[in-house]
């Protein structure tokens, strides 16, 4: 148990926080979530911030779900350190290209822009380490992001999450993911990642 809490230490702190600020809703909403006058009023945090504060339970549900799902997936591909690096880039570097590119946005929550980023990260680096099934999770997951905007959604998805989904923060977290995983330094990446790890025969 020790060794669990010690290697999963990031995705278990972001779900207790996480879990903590939905029944603090609404005024965790109100402090940490994305309001773009706030933060063209200074409010700097909310860079950072909107990433751990959700709809509701649902969201928060799917959204946890993601994060351990590619915490499980990919674990062994990076150090604690370097997690933590691509975490942060991720979460802030998500809201800030929302502020960027989607300039009508007002309001937002969730991690799964980042999320989103963090998967095709770690599939483009293993990529780079030779692992070619982590090809095809890149390709899955990249349809997964665009047919909807080519093909539209069921707004019965909307009702059940609690909120319109803001198919932007996906596209524009891909894309940033796709970007760190190929300028990350190759010596930097384990060669024992998920899908790379192979058995070893008995010589």
């Not at 409010?43 to 950072?48: G, H, K, L, T």
């Not at 999320?115 to 095709?120: A, K, T």
Request: charged residues 10%; contains cysteine; glycine residues 8%.
């Amino acid at each position: 148990m020790p060794n669990f809490v010690k290697k999963y230490s990031i995705p278990l702190i972001l779900s207790h926080i996480c879990i903590a600020l939905i029944f603090a809703l609404p005024q965790s909403d109100l402090w940490m979530a994305y309001y773009r006058d706030n933060v063209n009023q200074g409010e700097v945090w909310r860079f950072f911030t909107p990433n751990l504060i959700h709809l509701g339970f649902n969201h928060l549900l799917l959204n946890l779900a993601g994060l351990w799902f590619t915490m499980f997936l990919f674990i062994k591909l990076l150090n604690q350190t370097d997690w933590l690096i691509w975490f942060v880039v991720l979460f802030i570097g998500n809201i800030v290209g929302l502020h960027l590119w989607v300039p009508e946005l007002q309001h937002y929550v969730g991690m799964s822009g980042a999320l989103y980023g963090l998967i095709s990260a770690a599939a483009i680096a293993e990529l780079r380490l030779g692992v070619k099934l982590s090809g095809v999770l890149l390709v899955i997951v990249g349809l997964k992001i665009f047919l909807p905007q080519i093909m539209g959604y069921e707004e019965s998805y909307d009702h059940w999450l609690g909120g319109n989904v803001i198919e932007e923060s996906h596209v524009i977290g891909f894309i940033q993911g796709l970007i760190l995983g190929l300028v990350w330094p190759k010596n930097r990446l384990s060669k024992s990642a998920s899908f790379s790890t192979k058995t070893q025969h008995p010589k």
